[in-house]
T-cell receptor, first 112, second 113 residues
């Protein structure tokens, strides 16, 4: 069966450290993988998209990697800040399905 | 929230009553989606629309219907609400559909007693 797993529901780190979130998938063949941020009481907001033929994508303090062999994406936030505290969702995009499938999310808390 | 509004933002209703949620966009995007978000289940697609009067089912469509008579409006109807439909409902839009980036509305919290 198809499955998307994001690492432990909650991740707590100290300000200034690098946060690493994982997204593992089973029985999907995504052409793209997207990461979204969701704050309490708000809808998800798009952060980054990475294609299957791209190994790494960066945007300011954010970095995403995509390993189709391991069936895994890693999402890094460097020099983390308390304002980075939120839930982060990964979404797999399969061209054949024509839609995105979301993981359950990981809640990141950055402590000052 | 990218020109997307949802109404109502909160609603409490009783089992067996009909409920309609509205999503309105000002971006003129072709694709519109309805998701529900529940603890432990993440975001799950209910229905989506790829044009006026063109809709299709998602993975959790049972008990829900949708309509889209104008580009800017996408309605989600629960014909007879049940307690299992207590959830937070999000509308999303995208320009090109498929794997295009989606922009989400603020959500509607629905409680069915």
């Amino acid at each position: 069966s198809q499955k998307i797993e994001q690492n432990s529901e909650a991740l707590n780190i100290q300000e200034g450290k690098t946060a690493t979130l994982t997204c593992n998938y089973t029985n999907y063949s995504p052409a793209y993988l997207q990461w979204y941020r969701q704050d309490p009481g708000r809808g998800p907001v798009f952060l980054l998209l990475i294609r299957e033929n791209e190994k790494e994508k960066r945007k300011e303090r954010l970095k995403v990697t995509f390993d189709t062999t391991l069936k895994q994406s890693l999402f890094h936030i460097t020099a983390s800040q308390p304002a980075d505290s939120a839930t982060y969702l990964c979404a797999l995009d399969e061209l054949e399905a024509g839609k995105s499938t979301f993981g359950d999310g990981t809640t990141l808390t950055v402590k000052p | 929230d990218a020109g997307i509004t949802q109404s109502p933002r909160h609603k409490v209703t009783e089992t067996g009553t009909p409920v309609t949620l509205r999503c309105h966009q000002t971006e003129n995007h072709r694709y519109m989606y309805w998701y529900r978000q529940d603890p432990g289940h993440g975001l799950r697609l209910i229905h989506y629309s790829y044009g006026v009067k063109d809709t299709d089912k998602g993975e959790v469509s049972d008990g829900y219907s949708v309509s889209r008579s104008k580009t800017e409006d996408f309605l989600l109807t629960l014909e007879s609400a049940t307690s299992s439909q207590t959830s937070v409902y999000f509308c999303a839009i995208s320009e090109a559909g498929g794997t295009d980036t989606q922009y989400f509305g603020p959500g509607t919290r629905l409680t069915v007693l």
